[in-house]
């Protein structure tokens, strides 16, 4: 395979952007809150593509909020879209002393504990603005392997994958299934995050915000590998830094009937995104595949 050119002209705006990052990894956490949330005011206005899918989800997920609740809503998550410039930087680039103040973590001992019995381990996360992150705080004091896709700029995914693998993390891409599975039976606890539209194909419409959602059943088929648990794993951002949190290994999962487990997997990421509902990535077309007969959202 040919090995990317990544110092192609066509590639200055991502020079430029990664450069950004390492300037403002080091600001002090209020500075990058402040100048974040005035960047997200900015992309509010430039973005008019995402600000329409964000809105169709917002509006088609709380149905009860007025339309006036729905625009505060899409402009808080736009400003937390403009932070989340901030938490990518800091991610790759802020210093492991310095992160270590700004974060704490709730219930190691539900991992600790599975980590002890030699559990195969999937830690059930949702895509978040924070999602990045809150996978470098973690690595802080656990080894996981990332199940990721790729990035569609070759030179920012090169980026990601280094600094991840620097700060600890094995990198798998999605469609390695043979590599994934492998992982997870080596005793790696791997961050898995099924939110996402993937098509009908090997999905379940299950309900998520009482929407008819398709959901992959991938969750459920790994999680039926032998000796394997499922540890949901939230991360929230609040006034004074952030906040992970464990909850108990799912029980009775995953369930023989692949709705119940799509409908379980389903619920438990709508309780964590009511927690901060504008920090969940509502620019996602969630609700892409529609079931057969339906109007599509988008």
Known sequence: MKKPNFYHPKLLPTW???????????????????????????????????????HINITKCFPEKSKTQVGQLLKQHFMSLGIGFFEVANCFYIKDKTLKKRYQIKNTHILQNALDKKKNIILLVGHFTTMMLAGRMLLQNFKFADIYRPQNNALFDAKMTKQFIKHGSIMIKAKDSKALIKTLKSGMPIWYAPDQDLGAKNSTFAPFFNIPTATINATAKLAKIKNTVVIPLSFVRNKSGYELEFSPILSNYPSANPLQSATIINHILQTQILKVPEQYLWIHRRFKTRPKGDDPFY
């Open 16 to 54: 430029l952007l990664i450069a950004l990052m390492k300037i403002g990894a080091k600001l002090p956490f209020n500075i990058q809150i402040a100048i974040g949330t005035i960047f997200g005011k900015l992309l509010y206005l430039v973005l008019p593509r995402f600000k329409k899918i964000a």
